[in-house]
């Protein structure tokens, strides 16, 4: 035999080897090749561009954005990177709802790859703490669904839906400025609380048509990828896109959700009540659903759908993977064993529900793969001490092999014991919100005081697969 025939098999025996090698993924690429869409891989390739890492997810409130956390904290533990997490006076969010600063910040997560607690944006913070090429992304939910999970889930908290008699969504709708104070302790729960969380002004009137342009405009610039709770897996397509991430970069399981009976449907007429009073809101979820459709059309309606049953197999398979063979039950904080895994519960009326895995889960398994699967599924308060631990760890081991003069320059200044302020939550920890503006190299935002007495903040001025919260 020649010696080009013997190469050729050589190749051929070769490439059979290493597509075999990774046969999990082998459905997920060639689909994708057959379809011409952009390259999908699960492993690192010569040539191809690298994952970017330093990455800025404002976490909003009730859109699925502690499912998005979990994905990244999970990205952050595989690639050793560290995630900026909050001192201990602020809980496990960066003392919302004051606007967010580099104080706010453990000194033992710095310098971060990722950020994705809790917070009232700020940009020029943010600028500052994070590299130069980080990309700022963010999520919103549809108003009508978004505002009933809040009011749902804060009624407890906030005096606005507290006051309201028998805690009747349609009672408070109907006149909310009988219940509702602008400057009153957790008000951002009761109103446009999206754009509360953007750092903008909630109560800017929604005749102001000028300002609510404005401030679509700037979130428009700032953020590279706005998701839309709706369409999650979507999102998350366009999300591995951006960041050159991989298939298994984008594996989740569900989180923070409540049970059917700690939901209310909206009678007709509702939704349209919820849009009026929430007018900010409805115009930033309105444009970036509509930019998340634009986006999915310039990448290919085929290709995007692929990908999405792609995503949705692979899913599948991980969970059966950590569930014993089976897809995982939902169950209620009190039927979890495992305290590390139970979800944090607003108030008795609002149940929380989370997962437990197998008894017998360590039977075949690897400690790694374990881990993975616990991770899955934990829930934010628990990953973030967990995280904090493991990070200020690594920060010791490494502060003892540092040379005396070598540290962040954003260490010096930091307090672990902030000054009291009414806005913060001390005698208990700060309940958990739901689930999630962005390129780090766009235009910067101007400051102005936040409405009452929310705290300062960097204002944004001018310039479906249903996957929802609960």
């Known amino acids: 035999m020649s010696q080009k025939k013997i190469f050729l098999v050589f190749v051929a025996i070769s490439t059979v080897s290493l597509l075999l090698h990774h046969g999990g993924h082998l459905s997920w690429t060639m689909e994708a090749f057959h379809l011409g869409c952009p390259a999908l891989r699960s492993h690192p390739a010569p040539g191809l561009k690298p994952k970017h890492t330093n990455v800025v997810f404002l976490k909003t409130h009730k859109t699925a954005s502690t499912t998005m956390q979990n994905l990244l904290f999970r990205f952050a533990e595989r690639n050793n990177l560290t995630v900026a997490l909050p001192v201990q006076a602020c809980g496990h969010q ?100 999206l754009t509360f969380d953007l750092g903008g002004d909630k109560d800017r009137p929604a005749t102001d048509a000028a300002y609510a342009r404005a401030f679509v405009a700037e979130v428009d ?26 298939l298994d970069d984008i594996l989740y399981v569900k989180l923070n959700m409540r049970t059917p009976s700690s939901k209310r449907s909206l009678t007709p007429g509702l939704p349209a009540k919820i849009r009026a009073w929430n007018s900010l809101d409805a115009r930033l979820y309105d444009h970036f659903n509509a930019s998340l459709w634009r986006q999915l059309s310039a990448l290919g309606p085929a290709c995007v759908a692929r990908e999405v049953r792609l995503l ?15 897809m995982p039950l939902l169950r209620s904080a009190a039927q979890i064993k495992n305290k590390d895994l139970r979800p944090w519960q607003p108030s008795g009326k609002v149940d929380i529900v989370g997962y437990d895995l197998p008894v017998n889960l360590s039977r075949g398994f690897s400690t790694q793969s374990q881990e993975l699967c616990l991770k899955l599924i934990m829930p934010e308060v628990q990953y973030t001490r967990v995280l904090l631990r493991s990070q200020s760890l690594r920060y010791r081991r490494g502060y003892q092999l540092r040379p005396p003069q070598q540290s962040h320059p954003l260490q010096q200044p930091i307090r672990t014991v902030l000054p009291r302020h009414p806005q913060v939550h001390r005698s208990q920890p700060p309940p958990p919100a739901a689930p999630g503006p962005a390129s780090g190299t766009r235009s910067t935002s101007t400051s102005k005081p936040a409405a009452g007495t929310q705290g300062r903040t960097t204002k944004l001025g001018p310039k479906p697969s249903q996957t929802q919260a609960s």
């Open 94 to 193: 960066f003392c919302y709802p004051r606007s967010f600063t580099s104080h706010f910040v453990h000194p033992h997560t710095l310098p971060p790859n990722i950020i994705t607690s809790h917070m009232r944006f700020n940009k020029a913070e943010l600028q500052r703490l994070m590299p130069n090429d980080t990309i700022y992304v963010t999520i919103l939910r549809e108003p009508g669904s978004m505002f009933e999970s809040l009011f749902s889930y804060y009624n407890q908290y906030c005096q606005s839906f507290k006051r309201v008699p028998n805690g009747s969504l349609e009672a408070f709708l109907e006149e909310p400025w009988r219940y509702y104070r602008p400057d009153e302790k957790d008000s951002m729960y009761a109103r446009n609380t």
């Open 221 to 246: 610039r700032v953020f590279s990828l706005v998701m839309i709770a709706e369409y999650f897996d979507e999102s998350l397509v366009l999300l591995r896109h951006l960041l050159s991430w991989d």
């Open 312 to 326: 949705r197999r692979a899913q599948e398979r991980l969970m059966r993977s950590c569930f014993g063979g089976r």
